[in-house]
């Protein structure tokens, strides 16, 4: 009954691979989000989607490319993967609409290391 | 650059003392704001949230303060329990519409038994 999956939790990898990490929810949301958190604990937003479009991309390399293919999944590839991205990144899903706030619910994240 | 950050990296206290994690932002349009808790190995987690229209909101154990003339928002756990050891983060929706919080640096909470 888990909320907000993410797999895999752990990810070890080599410059230049390329790698996926999947994320669904199962609480009605219609709004998904990805975030970085790096080792300083700084959380950084990276892209949101709503109902499957995307809302937000902040300025995030062109080698992220999220995909939605529907408003419960909200997958992240990453290409030619730098050292850098090693991070750990963090799925959550809200509703959009104020009325009801925006509390965000996040996975469990998933720690990337790139070698 | 960042428009919500924190005045205290770390925190420790005793337990059963009071706690309260202070949180400055900058953008006079916020008109949301939450705190979240983060334990070791896991992902964010809510609190309690107060919206710009409120001075105070009170939880279980933990009250939201806001005071939107120097604009700065504080947590405070009543009898903090080492369970309540972690790392705290406040955020803010900048207003306009926008659904999309600012997070703050974080304060790490050391619960000292």
Redesign the interface.
């Known amino acids: 009954d888990t909320a907000?999956s993410q797999t895999p939790k752990y990810l070890v990898t080599q410059m230049g691979n390329d790698k996926s990490i999947k994320c669904e929810q199962n609480l009605g949301h219609d709004?998904m989000?990805w975030y970085k958190q790096d080792s300083?604990?700084?959380?950084?937003?990276m892209f949101?989607y709503n109902n499957k479009e995307l809302?937000?991309n902040e300025t995030v390399p062109n080698r992220f490319s999220p995909k939605s293919p529907d408003k419960a999944h909200l997958n992240l590839h990453i290409n030619s993967l730098e050292l850098g991205d090693s991070a750990v990144y963090?799925c959550?899903s809200?509703f959009?609409?104020?009325e009801v706030?925006?509390?965000?619910?996040?996975?469990?994240?998933t720690r990337l290391t790139v070698l | 650059g960042e428009s919500v950050g924190l005045h205290l990296p770390t925190l420790s206290v005793q337990e059963g003392d009071n706690s309260i994690i202070n949180c400055a932002y900058s953008n006079s349009a916020s008109d949301y704001f939450i705190w979240y808790k983060q334990e070791s190995g896991k992902g964010p987690q809510f609190i309690i949230d107060i919206r710009s229209n409120m001075d105070k909101r009170q939880g279980q154990r933990v009250t939201v303060l806001l005071n939107k003339t120097v604009k700065h928002l504080s947590l405070q756990i009543a009898a903090t329990q080492p369970g309540d050891s972690a790392v705290y983060f406040c955020a803010e929706n900048r207003g306009g519409g926008s659904y999309i919080p600012t997070f703050g640096r974080g304060t790490s909470l050391i619960v000292h038994p």
């Open positions: 907000v709004t989000y300083k604990k700084f959380l950084k937003i949101s809302i937000i963090f959550a809200s959009r609409t104020s706030g925006n509390e965000q619910f996040f996975g469990p994240g």
